[in-house]
């Protein structure tokens, strides 16, 4: 069982609606999350990253942490067409050192 | 500033056949990091180097040896290319040996083993 897990969608929304991005880990000893957006053909970038558990806001984007449920979330609000990439949710290893990626979830916005 | 600097950007081989990976940063980063990305398969760590002088293992090493020349170097070989190595090769660095923070990437490397 891969230690990150992400459905892979796609997910399709309308724009102007709200995306909903889901990720659950299983070491429950991990303690930094990340998000990653990738654009087809192109390398991943950050969004964002949370540490805590609750919500950490930044313009449209929402990160959700619930370490009791082992889950972690991305809410885009508003969505665009230009948020249409592939979303990647990682966790940092055991050991602290890397980064492990989910397989990334797919997010449609249709204008 | 280019930041993470990948060679080459495409490659095909015939299996059997050898080839490097080049990376380098210009960041002055300690940790640099190998990942393949494969259809439906996310990114998975091959090995990664948390500081200059030191390599470990990641999810997926077989087949792979790296070297962390320098600080700025981190270079991935094949010493015998299979069909399963076909991938897109992502090269990363970040500033911090422990938290793994923030991940620069490269723009990657599109290798296909015939």
């Known amino acids: 069982q891969k230690e990150v897990e992400q459905n892979s969608g796609p997910l399709s929304v309308p724009e102007g609606a709200i995306a909903s991005l889901n990720c659950t880990y299983s070491?429950?000893?991990?303690?930094?999350f990340f998000w990653y957006r990738q654009y087809s053909g192109k390398s991943p970038e950050l969004i964002m990253f949370?540490?805590?558990?609750g919500d950490k806001e930044d313009g449209r984007f929402t990160a959700q942490l619930n370490k009791a449920s082992q889950y972690v979330s991305l809410l885009i609000r508003d969505s665009q067409p230009s948020d249409s990439a592939t979303y990647l949710c990682a966790v940092k290893n055991q050991a602290g050192t890397a980064l492990i990626f989910g397989k990334g979830t797919t997010l449609s916005v249709s204008s | 500033n280019a930041g993470v600097t990948q060679t080459p950007k495409f490659q095909v081989l015939k299996t059997g056949q050898s080839m490097t990976l080049q990376c380098a940063q210009d960041m002055n980063h300690n940790s640099m990091y190998w990942y393949r990305q494969d259809p439906g398969m996310g990114l998975r760590l091959i090995y990664y180097?948390?500081?200059?002088?030191?390599?470990d293992k990641g999810e997926v090493p077989n087949g792979y040896n790296v070297s962390r020349l320098n600080k700025r170097e981190f270079s991935l070989r094949l010493e015998s290319a299979a069909p399963s190595q076909t991938s897109v090769y992502f090269c990363?660095?970040?500033?911090?040996?422990?938290?793994?923070?923030?991940?620069?990437f490269g723009a990657g490397s599109r290798l296909t083993v015939l």
């Open positions: 070491d429950r000893g991990s303690q930094s």
């Open positions: 990363a660095s970040s500033s911090s040996f422990s938290g793994a923070n923030v991940l620069t």
């Open positions: 949370i540490y805590s558990n």
């Open positions: 180097s948390a500081s200059e002088g030191t390599t």
